[in-house]
């Protein structure tokens, strides 16, 4: 399932203040799973967390794109959200993150447990576990392909960054396609995520 990888941690700064936001949050609300995604505001701290993240990212979608023979032949947006787990809390069921546009989504491990909780679900719900799932590891697979995480056996904050990227239009040079779906539900969409173009 994944179609590309890569190991890198981000830089020592940035990764301190993503570690310290998510201490706090999953010590403020030990039972839930700690995500940045969903409409709700961000405070001061995550909105300082995950403007620094963006130019990083947006350099990794690049990267990313321009491997898939995209970068200059369409255009896209991507999104992102942070997510912390730890052994109290709920894991994430089975589920995909394709709703019209989306071609790729992505995680990144930022703090990685010694338990490798992430699965993809292929037919006849069989989980596979892979093997990258180390701090650092950054994985894409298609947007469409079922996934989830398991609940942790083990201690420690299990850290993750993931999003998608969605088409707004690509061309061969010949045929022109244009992606609409942003016209129906972009508010809702810039509400739920971290969301750049
Ligand atoms: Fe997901």
Not at 87 to 115: C, Y
Not at 162 to 183: E, F, R, S, Y
Request: hydrophobic share 35%; aromatic share 10%; charged share 25%.
């Amino acid at each position: 399932m994944i179609i590309w990888s890569q190991n890198q941690n981000l830089p020592d700064d940035t990764l301190s203040k993503v570690e310290k936001l998510v201490d706090r949050k999953v010590k403020d609300k030990p039972f839930e799973l700690y995500t940045t995604y969903g409409p709700r505001e961000h405070d001061d701290e995550e909105t300082e967390v995950l403007a620094l993240l963006v130019p990083f990212y947006r350099d990794k979608m690049q990267e990313v794109m321009t491997v898939m023979g995209l970068q200059d032949r369409s255009a896209y947006q991507f999104n992102l959200w942070l997510q912390g787990y730890t052994k109290r809390t709920p894991g994430h069921p089975n589920h995909a993150h394709f709703s019209g546009d989306e071609i790729l989504s992505w995680s990144h491990v930022i703090k990685s447990v010694d338990q490798k909780p992430f699965y993809f679900e292929s037919g006849g719900g069989v989980k596979i576990h892979p093997d990258v799932q180390s701090s650092g590891d950054i994985n894409v697979w298609p947007a469409w392909v079922m996934h989830g995480a398991d609940p942790l056996t083990v201690e420690g904050n299990r850290i993750v960054i993931a999003g998608n990227i969605m088409l707004q239009a690509v061309t061969d040079h010949q045929i022109t396609a244009q992606c609409t779906k942003t016209q129906s539900n972009e508010k809702e969409w810039i509400a739920k995520s971290t969301w750049v173009s």
